[in-house]
């Protein structure tokens, strides 16, 4: 399974069987794991075996059953942690679907169990992900149009039909981050695409406003699903 085949698979699991990870799974996820906290200076932690993170009140409002395994999310404060962790907690997610397992964000419906992770001086838990065997595959939900999330500034070239100019792969790209997780479903980004300069295409990404919040985490979730869905072409994020 490629990584575009993960984003498309992918749905969240809430529900797990009451199976352990395989040891060769766990030693797949943990050097990962090592490799993004050095890329994304995070401090992202594997807790397997342990149970009471999810035995809350809250967990049981959010249906949580048997998420015995998760991933901590943490790092240093900064203004743009939230992003980081979105991202690059996005790549173990999806690494996770190929391996056969499923995933959940969980950003309020956990319980910070003592003894069970380190953190830093500065540092701080954004959110947790849990991991393992589902009971099933979970299910899509109803997702926004590429053209309520996008738009390109080359609209203004005196074109009418912003597909004559807007490259193709920037569609693809957002078709992927619409099928990225989010808070509630609230999918409150967008993209935009806005021409060439120097050489190199030019992407802007956007959180938008929401009550709910998480929209940092939510965009750099998408993020990465763009750039999955774009492929291997040379532009840079405005």
């Not at 996005?90 to 956990?110: D, F, I, K, P, R």
């Amino acid at each position: 399974m490629t990584i575009l085949e993960a984003i498309k698979a992918r749905h969240s699991v809430r529900a797990y069987k009451d199976q352990p990870l395989s040891e060769e799974i766990v030693k797949v996820l943990e050097d990962e794991i090592v490799k993004l906290n050095k890329e994304g200076q995070l401090h992202i932690q594997l807790i397997c075996n342990e149970p009471k993170a999810f035995q809350g009140t809250l967990a049981k409002y959010g249906k949580f059953r048997n998420a015995n395994n998760y991933l901590v999310m943490a790092g240093q404060r900064a203004d743009d942690l939230d992003e980081r962790i979105g991202y690059y907690g996005e790549h173990l997610v999806l690494l996770a679907q190929t391996l056969g397992l499923n995933t959940c964000w969980v950003g309020l419906s956990y319980s910070k169990v003592p003894g069970t992770y380190l953190l830093d001086e500065g540092e701080k838990i954004a959110s947790y992900i849990a991991i393992g065997y589902g009971e099933t595959q979970g299910v899509g939900h109803k997702i926004k149009t590429v053209e309520q999330v996008s738009r390109s500034a080359l609209r203004t070239l005196g074109s009418n039909n912003a597909s004559e100019v807007t490259p193709s792969w920037f569609r693809k790209g957002v078709e992927a981050a619409l099928l990225a997780p989010t808070a509630v479903n609230q999918q409150k980004f967008s993209f935009e695409y806005l021409g060439m300069k120097d050489g190199r295409h030019q992407v802007r990404a956007k959180r938008g406003f929401s009550l709910i919040g998480y929209t940092q985490i939510d965009l750099g979730i998408a993020k990465y699903h763009f750039e999955v869905g774009a492929g291997k072409v040379n532009y840079e994020w405005i």
